[in-house]
């Protein structure tokens, strides 16, 4: 099995609020750390989205170089309005790579960078 792991670097409580709303999901688990920031600081926290099992952390994310310039998340979607749906919610100050559209490949396609700094392909 292979799970994903987001390092938010202290943004791991307002990505999981956002993750929540635009995949309409929730925290299958948080635990945070007692001497730093009590109950805001994750330790460590799990959620699915679109299915797939995914741990957040504020741990790290301080590394040189971006996790956009070699991952991507691709979100496959059932249906274009529940795509619109996420994207909408999640596009506030996200940066297009590729507006939402069509493309050779899919028939609605967008990429974007999140607010922080995290790679996202939604497509169906």
Known sequence: MLVPQLYLNGNCGP?????????????DSIMFDPEKEPGTFVIHAEMHIL???????????TAPGSPESTMEWVAIFESEEALR????IMNEESTTITPIGSVSFSSCMVQFVDKFGVRWCFML
């Not at 299915?51 to 994310?61: A, I, K, N, T």
């Open 85 to 88: 749906e996420a994207y909408l």
């Open 15 to 27: 990505a999981i609020a956002l993750y929540t709303k635009a995949f309409n999901t929730d925290t």
């Open 51 to 61: 299915g797939q099992r995914v741990m957040l952390s504020d741990y790290g994310g």
